[in-house]
């Protein structure tokens, strides 16, 4: 079994913001959790919008971040993100031919497809928050789905179809139904991981299972008429985890910051005699 960790909307800032949740802090919390509790696991996603706004001090404080991060991990882009920027921070992270940043990672029971939705340059807020997958990026996808007799998870950070929120919804990939059509002829994605709502929500849309997980920074209110992208609730922040197995994908979701774990494992030995609940 393989097992992916998931982390999504980091939203890293130049300059802390008052009155917003520290995004340093929360991504460094992460990553001593997911050492210490995830350390088996083969790599980590980073579903997009890692900076808020796309500033190259952001991205510089996030590689910083990063070395402490004991797994292999692959960074990817939201609406939040600028490419060029990131890869200046990133010198080692090489784009696609057309200048995408989008890499294929082959693992024993499935291969993972890590897609650039970001739509720009050039960046025209607000159009710019919607994502897209043009014609290269979409060539690119199908070389990748044809390439593999494995099953294929697709990461993107921008979800294919609604989910109920207004505001999301009208910021989602466009050309959703058409992005469809095309996996689905090739009929071999299992599972498609999701950031850019910030709040953990599954399902299914046309038959294909879905997972989209919290950000680190601030979740998406249970209020799904409001037309404000920007509303955000301080909720307690996630990261997701997928085991990944001949027969599937299991998609957890971990507060990491509401329990101590080692505390609750100490006052439970492994061979105690206890009650089930
Ligand atoms: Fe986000
Ligand atoms: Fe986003």
Avoid at 91 to 118: W, Y
Wanted: hydrophobic fraction near 40%; glycine fraction near 6%; proline fraction near 7%.
């Amino acid at each position: 079994m393989s097992r992916v960790v998931v982390l999504t909307d980091l939203h890293i800032r130049a300059e802390p913001e008052p009155g917003k949740p520290d995004a340093d802090a929360r991504l460094l919390s992460a990553i001593d959790h997911i050492n210490r509790y995830q350390s088996d696991a083969d790599l980590v996603i980073v579903t997009g919008d890692l900076a808020h706004s796309g500033e190259r001090a952001a991205y510089d404080k996030l590689a910083s971040h990063l070395t402490r991060l004991a797994l292999p991990h692959v960074l990817m882009l939201g609406n939040h993100d600028n490419r060029a920027a990131f890869l200046d921070a990133f010198p080692q992270i090489s784009p696609d031919e057309n200048g995408h940043v989008q890499q294929v990672v082959d693992l024993p029971e499935a291969r993972l497809i890590c897609l650039d939705t970001l739509n720009g340059p050039p960046y025209s807020y607000p159009f710019s928050h919607l994502g897209v997958l043009c014609a290269e990026r979409l060539a690119w996808l199908d070389a990748a789905l044809s390439g593999t007799d494995r099953p294929c998870i697709l990461f993107m950070h921008h979800p294919a179809h609604k989910t109920g929120f207004a505001a999301m919804d009208a910021i989602m990939l466009m050309h959703g139904p058409a992005f469809y059509d095309r996996i689905l002829a090739h009929g071999n994605v299992a599972h498609i991981v999701c950031g850019h709502v910030h709040r953990t929500i599954s399902g299914s849309h046309r038959g294909v299972p879905f997972s989209i997980f919290k950000s680190l920074v601030g979740q998406m209110p249970m209020l799904f008429d409001l037309m404000d992208f920007h509303m955000e609730t301080d909720e307690p922040p996630a990261y997701g985890l997928l085991m990944i197995s001949d027969d599937g994908v299991v998609a957890h979701s971990e507060d990491f910051g509401l329990t101590d774990l080692d505390a609750l494992r100490a006052a439970s030995p492994q061979n105690a005699s206890s009650q089930p609940k």
